[in-house]
Antibody, heavy 114, light 107 residues
Framework: EVRLVESGGGLVQPGGSLRLSCSAS????????MNWVRQAPGKGLEWVAF????????QYADSVKGRFTISRDNVKKTLYLQMNNLRVDDTAVYYC???????WGQGTLVTVSS | EIVLTQSPATLSLSPGERATLSCRAS??????LAWYQQKLGQPPRLLIY???KRAAAIPARFSASGSGTDFTLTVSSLEPEDFAVYYC?????????FGGGTRVEIK
């Protein structure tokens, strides 16, 4: 069974940084491209970032480009999202998903507030 | 960026009724469109990919069609567990984008 477990969320001040992690199990992580998707409270879904299995390609939403970095450790079977210069409008539940978006974690809440 | 417009914003129906949801893209996404269902407090669940292919374990009452810019998701007979928010997503062009969602509520 595919299992994705996000962690690392919390309360951070505007301008601060946070690193999210997504621990994967139940599938061959090294073979799969991965995504981060977020959802602001009471709002819709927003795709955030993508990374290929071999870390050769990364893609980002314009809203996070230059501030967020997606990465992965295929030995640890973990996906990361380094978030810098956080803004109030980055407040959201952040989900990690497989390439085809057919498996999702339960999400981790990031709150950016002073 | 490809903008996806979903309509209606809210659909009020009774169990057993047919639901028809629309998703329109600002430019062609070929058939690279997916549909998701999301219930309160849960992550989204993939229903449909490649415009018309049901994902694993999705009941046959869910069907979808379309290509290019106009897409439709149909629930043939609503079950109580189908009342939720539905999102479309295009996977044709970076950045990937989602529609704003359609809420299907009990009338």
């Amino acid at each position: 069974e595919v299992r994705l477990v996000e962690s690392g969320g919390g309360l951070v001040q505007p301008g601060g940084s946070l690193r999210l992690s997504c621990s994967a199990s139940g599938f061959t992580f090294v073979n799969f491209n991965m995504n981060w998707v977020r959802q602001a409270p009471g709002k819709g879904l927003e795709w955030v970032a993508f990374i290929t299995s071999g870390i050769t390609t990364r893609q980002y939403a314009d809203s996070v480009k230059g501030r967020f970095t997606i990465s992965r450790d295929n030995v640890k079977k973990t996906l990361y999202l380094q978030m810098n210069n956080l803004r109030v409008d980055d407040t959201a539940v952040y989900y990690c998903t497989t390439e085809a978006f057919d498996d999702w974690g339960q999400g981790t809440l990031v709150t950016v507030s002073s | 960026e490809i903008v996806l417009t979903q309509s209606p914003a809210t659909l009020s129906l009774s169990p057993g009724e047919r639901a028809t949801l629309s998703c329109r893209a600002s430019q062609s996404v070929s058939f690279y469109l997916a549909w998701y269902q999301q219930k309160l407090g849960q992550p989204p669940r993939l229903l449909i990919y490649d415009a018309s292919k049901r994902a694993a374990a999705i009941p046959a009452r869910f069907s979808a069609s379309g290509s290019g810019t106009d897409f439709t998701l149909t629930v043939s007979s609503l079950e109580p567990e189908d009342f939720a928010v539905y999102y479309c997503q295009q996977r044709y062009h970076w950045p990937l984008t989602f529609g704003g969602g359609t809420r299907v509520e009990i009338k």
